[in-house]
Structures are given as C-alpha cells and as structure tokens.
C-alpha cells in the first residue's frame, strides 16, 4: 500500500458544485500539505496542518478549505468549483522537522472543473 | 519568505550527454535544499537533499548537486543522462531549524531522446 492516498484520483466536476478531495497517510507523522500543481508553476502550497489542531493557510488558499480529521487525514475541499481550479492536487506528508526525509506525496488527484 | 528560480523551463539532451539544471534560492539564512523528480503520470519522488557539510550531494540514479552558498545556488548535475531520466525536476528549499513548509521552483522539463 502507498504511505499517501488520494482519492479520487481524477474528477470532472461542474462550475458551482462543492468537492472534495481525500488524503490519507500510513506514514505516523503530523504534518500534512495540500499543493496544487499547474504547468510553469511548479507547486503551490494551499494549506498545512502540523497536527490535528493547527492548520495553516498556504500561498493560495482562496477558494478553498481544509479538515484534518484525524493524524492520518487531510481532506481538501473546493466550496464552490470554478474553472481556474482545475487543476493536479497533490496531498504530502513530513516528519516533524519537515526534513530529514524530504515529504512523501500521494499519487494525485487531477481534478477538471467545467 | 523564500522563493526558488529554476531558469530552464525544458531541456532537450540526447542519451549520453551531461545534465546540468540550474536552481537559484532566495532567502538570507541557513537553509534546506532538496531536489523532486516527478516521472510521467507519477507523483514526486525525493533524488537528493542538502542539510548541512559537504556541499556536494550524491543521490539516487546517478543524480548530484552541488551547493554553492556564495552564489545561492543548488544546480543539480548528471554525468551521462538516460532515456529514463525524461521526467519534471522541481527545485525546493526550507529555511534550516524552523518550521516552515517547503517552497518548490516552477520546474524543469527535462526530455532525453533515445
């Protein structure tokens, strides 16, 4: 089994409807990232939650918001779609320095909002 | 905050030749590098890392970078490139002993023809 999950791995979904995308990990640490990937831009953090009661806003988080439910999940969610979001979403996890082994991503999730 | 430049949006190699992509951080404190490879359809995937000592950083496949904290740089090197290597290599940094997310460059499109 992978130490990142997401799922779904690819949705369409339409303008105006709300969505939500899960992460889970096996790998026992606290700190879980949700990045969006678009071409040229590399990735863009959304939100970070360093344990289950502390969650942080990233660069981008406009439009969407985040629950961790539990050490090992993370969901994402977009209240209210819109093209501009489509986009490949990432979910990550770290130790707690956030760098003796770098941070372990999930496979993806693409997601299409027409 | 800390921001990453990578300069080279796509290289194009034939096998066998060198590889060098150039990465440029800014941020005034000691800080954590780290170069992601991300393979066709795949998530990102850890190559190497640089914390502290030796400026040069072997990783995983042949990959190395070196460290260069005079000119902020962390370019990321390979003496004789593969068809395999053709991937998206991403640049990231943190800043060292804090807790702060990683900041990831824009990418670079690496193509090795056969």
């Known amino acids: 089994d992978a130490d990142v999950t997401q799922t779904p791995r690819n949705r369409i979904t339409k303008t105006g409807k709300r969505i939500m995308l899960e992460c889970s990990q096996t790998?026992?640490?606290?700190?879980m990232y949700w990045y969006r990937q678009d071409p040229g831009l590399g990735l863009r953090l959304i939100y970070y939650?360093?344990?289950?009661?502390?969650?942080n806003k990233g660069e981008i988080s406009d439009g969407y918001s985040v629950s961790r439910q539990a050490q090992a999940k993370f969901s994402l969610s977009l209240e209210s779609a819109i093209p501009n979001q489509t986009a490949l979403y990432f979910c990550?996890?770290?130790?707690?320095?956030?760098?003796?082994?770098?941070?372990?991503f999930g496979s993806g999730t693409r997601l299409t909002v027409v | 905050a800390q921001s990453v430049s990578q300069h080279n949006h796509h290289v194009i190699l034939s096998e066998a030749a060198s590889l060098e992509l150039g990465c440029n951080y800014s941020?005034?404190?000691?800080?954590?590098l780290f170069w992601y490879v991300q393979y066709p359809g795949q998530h990102l995937q850890l190559l190497l890392k640089?914390?502290?000592?030796?400026?040069l950083v072997k990783g995983i496949k042949g990959f190395e970078a070196e460290f260069i904290k005079s000119k902020f740089s962390f370019n990321l090197r390979k003496p004789s490139v593969q068809w395999s290597d053709t991937a998206e290599y991403f640049c990231?940094?943190?800043?060292?002993?804090?807790?702060?997310?990683?900041?990831f460059g824009s990418g670079t499109q690496l193509t090795v023809l056969p």
């Open positions: 990550a996890t770290s130790d707690p320095t956030g760098t003796t082994a770098g941070y372990t």
């Open positions: 790998k026992g640490h606290d700190r």
């Open positions: 939650s360093f344990d289950v009661k502390d969650i």
């Open positions: 941020y005034g404190g000691t800080v954590n």
């Open positions: 640089y914390f502290s000592g030796d400026p």
């Open positions: 990231a940094v943190n800043p060292s002993g804090s807790a702060r997310q990683l900041t």
